[in-house]
């Protein structure tokens, strides 16, 4: 998918993911836009007693904020996919067909899922 294919505020959320995985030197970056426009972006977390992906994190600090449902998520990652447990919670908040983007950490989004 090239960069002109994006709608903006889709590229917003992968710009956001992109730089919390850079600023933060995490394996990945996530960020997700809930039904009212608002955006939360977060990175991997890895401590001894909790680990959570990006966009896992992303999705709880949603939540935590008070957020009814999702519009949107992108991961900026290294894998090669978006993984069943980040798709499950995706779907959790989101609901079923919330689209999540997977971008390289270049940027470029590699591909594109929705949640069933």
Aim: overall charge negative; glycine content about 8%; proline content about 3%.
């Amino acid at each position: 998918m090239s960069e002109n294919e994006l709608d903006p505020e889709d590229r917003k959320i992968v710009t956001l993911a992109r730089s919390v995985r850079a600023r933060n030197s995490v394996p990945e970056g996530a960020a997700v836009r809930d039904s009212t426009g608002r955006t939360y972006a977060a990175g991997t977390v890895a401590l001894p007693s909790l680990q959570l992906s990006a966009l896992r994190t992303a999705v709880a600090m949603a939540v935590a904020s008070g957020a009814e449902s999702l519009e949107a998520a992108a991961v900026v990652s290294e894998a090669e996919g978006v993984t069943a447990e980040d798709l499950a919670a995706v779907t959790d908040l989101g609901g079923v067909g919330t689209p999540v983007l997977l971008a390289g950490t270049d940027g470029v989004v590699k591909s594109s899922v929705t949640t069933d």
